[in-house]
Every structure is written in C-alpha cells, then in structure tokens.
C-alpha cells in the first residue's frame, strides 16, 4: 500500500510514516516546512525517517493550483491528513492562517479524496469539546461552542468531511487527538517547554493557578490508532457511525483515557531529570479549557484500540529523548 500524508514532516505523521514504512507500505509525504516553530526540528525528523519506502515533495496544500499539480503524477490507496496550522494560543494572534490550512487546505484533501475514490483519515481535535463539562468526553456529545479558532476549524473540518462522505460515499475518519507527547514531539507544548526550563533552571508557568488535567497520550498509542483506521476504514452500509454519521465517516478519540493533574505531571518530570522545577502560577490562557478527558469506548469497540503507556513511562522516555536531542 502506498499512504500519502500530509504534515509529513510534523510530530505524528513521523511517527505515523516511521510505523507504515516499518510494516512494509510505502508513503508518500508533503508538507510546506512552514515556521511556525523550528524547521530544523522539522528537517531533523524527515532525516531520521530517511529515503527508503519515504517520497517526500515540499509542498502546501492550502495551494489548490500548486497542489493539485504536484498531485497528478503520484498514485496512493489512502491519505492520512495530518497536516494543520497547529497551536491553540496561536490562532489569537494568526486567525487568517488557520482559515487557510486548516480550512481551505481540508477542502483540498477532501476533493483530493473525492477524485481519486480512496479513503482518508483526517485530524481532528480534543479541542472541539470546547467549554463542556461531561467528562469524559464522548464521541456523541455536542460539541457546538468552541473557545478557540484553532477549535472551531477542526469542527468545521468534520462537517465539511461529513458532507463530503454523504455526498460522494469517500470513507473518512476524523481522529480528535488528546495531548500527545512523545519522542520527536512539538517545542510548543508542555513537555517539551517544561523539560527545557527544569533543566534550564527557569521557571514553568502554570496556568489556571496549576488547576489543570490533561488526557496526555503516549505517540506509539497515537500510532497504533492511526493504523488500525488506515486498515479499517468505515464502510457505507447505512448503520450509524460514531459521532452519529449514516454516511461512511467516523469519528473516534484517540487517547489514554487516563487523565492526570498538571502538578503530579511536573512531579513525574522533576524525578526523570533530577531537578526541582520552578513553578509559576497564573491565571487561566484565553482559548484554553481546565480538563480533557477522552471516552475512548467507539474505537476500542470498534478497532480493537488499547493504550498502553502510562503516564509514568512515556514522560521520562520523552525526556532521555530531550536530553539526547539537544545533548543535555
């Protein structure tokens, strides 16, 4: 099988191209390498998934022309779409380009989708649940109030892709992702800016006064779930899907179902480097949400999906592969 995925050189498609290579596919790749935090980072993974069973074309897919151009000589049995403007806090600062990636650029995956007759899986977002307060969070719950851009876009993502699975029959999945972490992971999320300042000897800020759970999920769990949609894409037999679809498009979380107290996830990174981190508590970000909590009863039912690592041991494999990264 031969996957295109987008976002090729970000933190999940790595690991996601890594997984499909490792088990005898074939991928081919595109992302634009934007800045919006280091390319060198960004660089540094696609060297490490190297050249055999990898095609990758610098390429942004928020360009239709561009795009649908450098498509037309590539053939591929399914698309993972990874690819997004990412970054809750960003989206204040940057609306216009979430609107393009996020927004324009699913459109271009979807019609891509739809001239080809392949199936695609898609990333959502834990974001979508916005400001509700069920826990846990479930594939059936509403989710129509959004406290950020970054959310709305991954909602509107869905009702775009659900009328594109009514319409034309495309088999999709949307995935809403809880926190991932992991070796390879994105400097702009807790794992990593909390590592580097403990061993910096700078202080952490804690937000919500330190008041916060996050369902933070291990990458090889991330993977393993991306996989089995790969395999097992929904099938158009009229039956209702999770999220509540009769179309052949499905949505699932993807987490730990576990979820854990900011505090006790800085405890677990003071022991893995052996410093005392600096707290500073201040209030809560606009945009952001106190708790995430995954119900992830569809896509265990459905796929077979069992996370397996616990907090406890993800954590400090992040951080010996922090260390090793930046020789620290």
């Not at 097992?232 to 037999?237: G, S």
Request: glycine letters at 8%; charged letters at 20%.
């Amino acid at each position: 099988m031969n996957v295109l995925i987008t976002g090729a050189a970000g933190f999940i498609s790595h690991a996601v191209t890594r997984a499909l290579i490792a088990r005898g596919d074939t991928v081919t790749g595109v992302d634009n390498l934007n800045p919006y935090y280091d390319v060198q980072l960004k660089r540094d993974r696609l060297a490490d998934i190297g050249t055999a069973g990898f095609d990758f074309r610098q390429i942004d897919f928020a360009d239709d022309a561009g795009f649908d151009a450098a498509m037309a000589g590539i053939s591929f049995d399914s698309i993972v779409h990874l690819g997004a403007q990412a970054g809750v806090r960003h989206s204040l600062d940057n609306p216009r380009a979430y609107v393009r990636s996020n927004l324009a650029g699913h459109l271009n995956l979807l019609e891509l989708a739809r001239a080809r007759g392949v199936p695609m899986i898609y990333a959502s977002s834990s974001s979508v649940y916005g400001g509700n307060t069920k826990m846990p969070f479930s594939v059936d719950d509403r989710v129509d109030h959004p406290v950020s851009l970054y959310a709305a876009t991954k909602k509107s993502d869905e009702l775009m892709s659900e009328a594109y699975a009514h319409l034309y029959r495309i088999p999709l999945t949307g995935l809403r992702f809880f926190t991932v972490y992991g070796a390879w992971g994105r400097p702009d999320m807790a794992p990593w800016l909390f590592t580097k300042a403990i061993l910096a000897g700078e202080p952490i800020k804690m937000f919500n006064h330190g008041n916060m759970r996050r369902d933070f999920t291990y990458i090889d769990d991330i993977v393993a779930g991306v996989l089995a949609c790969i395999d097992r894409p929904p099938a158009d037999d009229a039956a209702a899907k999770p999220g509540g679809s009769m179309a052949p498009h499905a949505l699932y979380n993807i987490g730990n179902s576990r979820p854990e107290a900011l505090t006790y996830f800085i405890d677990i990174l003071e022991d893995a480097t052996g410093k005392t981190a600096i707290r500073e508590f201040l209030p809560m970000q606009p945009g952001d949400v106190p708790a995430t909590f995954a119900d992830i009863e569809a896509i265990t039912r459905d796929l077979g999906y069992a996370p397996k690592t616990a907090l406890e041991a993800g954590l400090p494999k992040f951080v010996d592969w922090f260390r090793s990264y930046h020789g620290v």
